[in-house]
């Protein structure tokens, strides 16, 4: 695997343009205006795709992260017959996010939050401090296991009528 260099990026404030550096979980914009939000400008304006790297990390060049943790897993898209067939259609893809290992699919929650929490947690290095995360199920899970396999401290709230939504293929 080449060597990973983090992505460089910026924060712009669709409101004013106002750029900022991503430094402390910034949410706003440093001025005083009506709220806005704030988007992610990438250095590198054509997507490269590093085929030599794991999971979602393979789009990194457009994505806010420093560093890359061990079991994240991708999408898959793939070229549907069968359903092309039933459908009358001769291009059909399908996008799949989940656990499907026989397609290369490893998304070992079964849903797609595992792109956010995996993206989410490789943003900045969290030696100093803890990630906190409220949610009522697949926020959550994909959360506990990317955070519980990379030693990122994490303080996770959920009702406890949703406990059992939190399950894991491995110990937390």
């Avoid at 900022?20 to 709220?35: A, K, M, T, V, Y």
């Avoid at 996008?95 to 290992?101: L, R, S, V």
């Avoid at 709230?157 to 406990?163: E, Q």
């Amino acid at each position: 695997m080449d060597s990973f260099t983090p992505t460089t990026y910026v924060l712009s404030a669709l409101c004013c343009g106002d750029q900022i550096q991503d430094s402390n979980w910034e949410l706003q914009c440093r001025f005083s205006h009506g709220p806005a939000l704030l988007r992610t400008l990438y250095e590198k304006e054509r997507l490269e795709i590093h085929e030599e790297w794991p999971g979602i990390y393979r789009f990194s060049d457009w994505l806010p992260v420093s560093r890359i943790l061990e079991g994240s897993g991708s999408p898959i898209t793939f070229k549907s017959m069968e359903m092309a067939k039933a459908l009358g259609l001769e291009n059909l893809y399908i996008t799949f996010n989940g656990y499907w290992p026989e397609k290369g699919a490893w998304m070992k929650t079964g849903t797609f939050k595992e792109c956010e929490a995996f993206s989410v947690c490789a943003r900045k290095n969290m030696e100093s401090g803890v990630m906190v995360v409220a949610s009522a199920g697949n926020t959550a899970r994909a959360f506990a296991r990317v955070c519980s396999e990379n030693k990122i401290p994490l303080l996770l709230a959920v009702p406890i009528d949703n406990i059992e939504s939190i399950w894991c293929d491995h110990p937390l």
